[in-house]
């Protein structure tokens, strides 16, 4: 059975930090992309960062560059998303999710084939 198990949000003031972890069983961790997503109250979900398996393509969408940094651990099959300085505008459900493919052939949220069940960030004012 695919598993991708989210943990690590949490409630925070602006300025700080949370590290999200993603733990992904079930599947060979080291064929598939690892993508994180957040969806906001009434706003679609949307692209965080995304990972290679080998941990040497990575991408941001612009709005966290510089704050947020993906990384990988594939022997405990983790990745993690360390988000620093952050802002009231970053709360939302936090996903990870896992597709099958090249990192140069990944997509949006149609793209991954597995979905973790969310945890939440809210960072106050």
């Known amino acids: 059975e695919v598993r991708l198990v989210e943990s690590g949000g949490g409630l925070v003031q602006a300025g700080g930090s949370l590290r999200l972890s993603c733990a992904a069983s079930?599947?060979?961790?080291?064929?598939?992309?690892i993508g994180w997503f957040r969806q906001a109250p009434g706003k679609e979900r949307e692209g965080v960062s995304c990972i290679s398996s080998s941990g040497g393509s990575l991408s941001y969408v612009d709005s966290v560059k510089g704050r947020f940094t993906i990384s990988s651990d594939n022997a405990k099959n983790t990745v993690y998303l360390q988000m620093n300085s952050l802002k009231p505008e970053d709360t939302a459900v936090y996903y990870c999710a896992a597709g099958s493919g090249s990192y140069s052939e990944s997509g949006g949220v149609e793209w991954y084939e597995y979905w973790g069940q969310g945890t939440q960030v809210t960072v106050s004012s």
């Open positions: 079930g599947f060979t961790f080291d064929d598939y992309v």
